[in-house]
Nanobody, 121 residues
Framework: QVQLVESGGGLVQPGGSLRLSCAAS????????MGWYRQAPGKQRELVALITNNGGTNYEDSVKGRFTISRDNAKNTVYLQMNSLKPEDTAPYYC???????????????WGQGTQVTVSS
């Protein structure tokens, strides 16, 4: 069984910063892509940023230059550093990871339970 546990959300003023963390645990052989998604009220879940196992990254246009995704493969952990936060960044943020439990098995998609980010004065 695999678990993703997020932390680091909270309330911050516009222009402030937060750092999200997501640690994967359980039966893990390798982790392929890891990413962060968010789903504002009344909107579809959208990709915020992703990172491959060799460090390649991709960002949603509205967060480019403000957010940075990184990972620590030894700790099976992905991070999202969020700077210059705006009210429109408010949403629950969900961690996602494509994880292989054993050699030769396909990667399965796992989700964390979400951590709330609220940007408000």
């Amino acid at each position: 069984q695999v678990q993703l546990v997020e932390s680091g959300g909270g309330l911050v003023q516009p222009g402030g910063s937060l750092r999200l963390s997501c640690a994967a645990s359980g039966s893990i052989f390798t982790i392929d892509v890891m990413g962060w998604y968010r789903q504002a009220p009344g909107k579809q879940r959208e990709l915020v940023a992703l990172i491959t196992n060799n460090g390649g990254t991709n960002y949603e246009d509205s967060v480019k230059g403000r957010f940075t995704i990184s990972r620590d493969n030894a700790k099976n952990t992905v991070y999202l550093q969020m700077n210059s936060l705006k009210p429109e960044d408010t949403a629950p943020y969900y961690c996602n990871a494509a994880i292989r439990a054993h050699w030769g098995l396909p990667a399965y998609n796992y989700w964390g339970q979400g951590t709330q980010v609220t940007v408000s004065s």
